[in-house]
């Protein structure tokens, strides 16, 4: 299945969730901060990393000949990756149930946006 995939749509698909990603929750967080809101940087990020997941997806649902929706959690995989290499190298343990949640939210939210795309 590895060989039909489209690499050039995956990889813009990883680099659009990512700025995706870090733009939303930099947006967010400088919103919460004003507000005056506690736990402001973690809430933004984790919206910010759901947001980078589903746009990952689609721009990779969209770009993808055939299977859309492994285009699409194969994309939003690659910014889980970027997310937990991140987060190792900032001095996180980085837990392994944690990464696997991340994974599968990940694989669902990827894969639904790219069958979303293609409809």
Do not use: C, E
């Amino acid at each position: 299945m590895l060989t039909t995939v489209r690499w050039g749509a995956v990889l813009l698909a990883l680099g659009v969730g990512v700025l995706v990603l870090a733009g939303s929750a930099l947006i967010l967080w400088l919103a919460l901060s004003l507000v005056g809101v506690d736990g402001a940087a973690g809430a933004a990020t984790t919206f910010g990393t759901l947001l980078g997941f589903a746009a990952a997806g689609w721009i990779a649902g969209r770009r993808a000949a055939v299977s859309h929706v492994f285009h699409g959690g194969i994309a939003a995989l690659g910014v889980a990756l970027a997310v937990t290499v991140t987060a190792v190298l900032g001095g996180s343990p980085a837990p392994t149930p944690q990464v696997l949640l991340l994974a599968f939210f990940a694989l669902v939210i990827g894969g639904l946006t790219a069958w979303l795309a293609r409809r």
